[in-house]
């Protein structure tokens, strides 16, 4: 079921909010933080219980309910977001994730011609051969794991996609971001959605027009600012990467981990 939902654009307030630097680059928090709250929950304690077993975590997937979608729309940006899993079921998930995510060393990217380190953790899984080119890097899929494979199946069901591809981000904290960018790669399938699973901590996401960026906005558009709940999944449909920057910013009052899964769609 699609359930119509108007978000209420909130009013840029702050320099942290109004000047996203590009991925890569470091940024300086200038103000508290005045994000609004769409959907916003305490912290989790994600501290100190035992990983769940493969079985309970397939239990979790193969027993799903409907999900019951808020439609998120403005000028050529089209989101789709629900609660997916339980609190409980989040948590059990990231634990998991936690212990079977083998994360790429000292990963950098390039940002006019420089490079930097990554301020978060990746790693990507998909079918064989699958290569994924952005700022200025190229990674190479892992094979699937058993759980990777298990929800890529699922999403395939919920979303009616099939995903070939999966990165992943790990933050550790408010300090660990991404910066404003478009996933709109040659590599992935044109007018395929993306599909963004979050677990851990819940963070702020912000989408930003291309026409209202900075110095050189040549009009104001507000941008559409979302808070990611552990168990939650939001669709990037199509056009909205094709007009729409978006970026996870530095909240330096988070202080636990978290970690997104966005499914992709890939040429072979
Ligand atoms: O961590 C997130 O929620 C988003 C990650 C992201 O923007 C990306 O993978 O392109």
């Keep these: 079921m699609i359930e119509n939902y108007f978000i209420k654009h909130s009013k840029r307030k702050n320099q942290e909010e109004n000047d996203q630097p590009l991925e890569g680059q470091a940024r300086k928090i200038t103000k508290k933080d005045p994000l609004p709250s769409l959907l916003k929950e305490p912290p989790l304690d994600l501290t100190g219980d035992k990983p769940p077993t493969q079985h309970d975590i397939f239990t979790v997937l193969k027993n799903l309910p409907e999900l019951k979608w808020r439609k998120i ?13 339980t609190k409980d079921e989040a948590y059990k998930i990231f634990n998991y994730l ?21 301020p978060r953790k990746q790693a990507s899984y998909g079918n064989d051969g699958l290569k994924y080119s952005f700022s200025g890097r190229t990674i190479s899929a892992t ?5 990777l494979r298990e929800l890529r199946d699922m999403l395939a069901a919920k979303v009616g996609t099939n995903f070939n ?28 959605p993306i599909a963004s699973l979050s677990f851990g901590e819940a963070r702020d996401f912000v989408f930003r027009h291309q026409d209202s960026r900075g110095a050189k906005a040549v009009r104001k558009i507000e941008p559409v600012k979302l808070n990611l709940q552990a168990g939650s999944i939001l669709l990037m449909n199509y056009p909205t990467n094709s007009y729409w920057y978006h970026s996870l910013p530095v909240r ?10 966005t499914f992709r769609q890939m040429h072979c």
């Design 143 to 147: 094979p699937w794991t058993p759980f």
């Design 165 to 192: 591809f999966v990165l992943i981000n790990r933050y550790k904290d408010g300090n660990d971001h991404i910066g404003e960018h478009k996933d709109d790669e040659h590599e992935l399938v044109s007018r395929s």
């Design 252 to 261: 330096k009052k988070c202080l636990g981990p978290r970690i997104n899964l």
């Design 73 to 85: 729309t403005a000028e050529n940006l089209n989101l789709e977001y629900a609660i997916m899993f």
């Design 98 to 118: 936690e212990n079977e995510i083998v994360y790429e060393h000292n990963s950098k990217v390039q940002v006019f011609g420089k490079w930097h380190n990554v």
